[in-house]
């Protein structure tokens, strides 16, 4: 027994070790990738790379001599670390989230929807397959798809918009954003907590609010994104009332209709919150 606690002890200690190690990569590279910088390959894509190389050999010797599709290395585009991957689910967030929001929506069957900032290859996507959308985003976006209205507009105050008019309205992981000049915004630390107040502004009595953005550990990347405490985002939006909370936890697992303070030891979650008014 106790030559099997110390074997639990030896693997938990590599496990820390092996987490303290990608850690450090990852702070050493985080400020780097946005100039297309990679200096520290990860052991993954060195694994890959041998596995790509011996994929290549193979191709070739079972090839058909003078087969067109006969690979030199002038034809090569390594692709090293999807080979042991999931399949089809590459970012668990946008995942969850988007399919968690057309199904609410889906069920409530609204005349009209309103969206801000939310992945049009996504969420809206799902939506524009039952009713028709209207975005609104500061960057342009030029569509001629079906039922797809657009709105070029800064969102932070939503003034296009009476108070109580709109009767389904969601903004999927795109409030951190706001006020941090990434987008082409005006920089604002403010501009999370104005558009917040704004939903409450529009959002007419009986309508829904399907909210999303990063929760745990608060705390701002700049100028990437904003983490928010579950506690934050439910207190600025205390004119209306939570319906249900899901979430996805650090290993990208979802939690339905869970507490919010459940998602608060998060290091970067993603919190879906239902409002109504």
Not at 55 to 77: E, I, Q, Y
Not at 90 to 106: C, E, G, I, S, T
Request: aromatic share 10%.
């Amino acid at each position: 027994m106790k030559s099997h606690s110390r074997a639990d002890e030896v693997l938990d200690l590599l496990r820390q070790a092996k987490k303290r190690t990608h850690r450090a990569i990852d702070q050493i590279q985080a400020p780097l990738q946005p100039l297309g910088m990679h200096p520290l390959p990860q052991p993954a894509a060195i694994r890959g790379l041998a596995r790509f190389v011996n994929d290549w050999r193979t191709f070739n010797a079972l090839s058909r001599p003078g087969s067109p599709f006969a690979v030199t290395p002038a034809d090569w585009m390594p692709v090293l670390m999807e080979w042991d991957a999931q399949a089809g689910i590459p970012d668990p967030f946008y995942f969850h989230q988007d399919l968690w929001a057309a199904r609410l929506v889906y069920r409530r069957a609204p005349a009209r929807h309103i969206d801000i900032g939310s992945r049009i290859d996504g969420f809206v996507a799902h939506l524009l397959t039952f009713m028709p959308v209207t975005v609104v985003d500061i960057r342009e976006l030029r569509s001629t798809v079906a039922g797809l209205e657009f709105m070029r507009s800064d969102a932070t105050s939503l003034r296009e918009f009476p108070d109580d008019s709109i009767a389904s309205l969601s903004s999927l992981h795109a409030v951190e954003h706001f006020g941090l000049g990434r987008y082409g915004d005006p920089v604002d630390p403010a501009a999370p907590f104005r558009v917040m107040e704004a939903f409450v502004r529009v959002l007419a009595p009986g309508g829904s609010l399907y909210f999303s953005v990063p929760v745990g550990r608060e705390r701002l990347v700049f100028n990437a994104h904003r983490i928010f405490a579950p506690s934050t985002i439910v207190s600025t939006l205390d004119g209306l009332d939570l319906v249900s909370f899901s979430a996805v936890n650090d290993q990208g697992e979802l939690l339905e209709n869970i507490e919010p303070v459940a998602a608060s030891g998060f290091e970067y979650g993603c919190g879906m919150f239902e409002f109504t008014k």
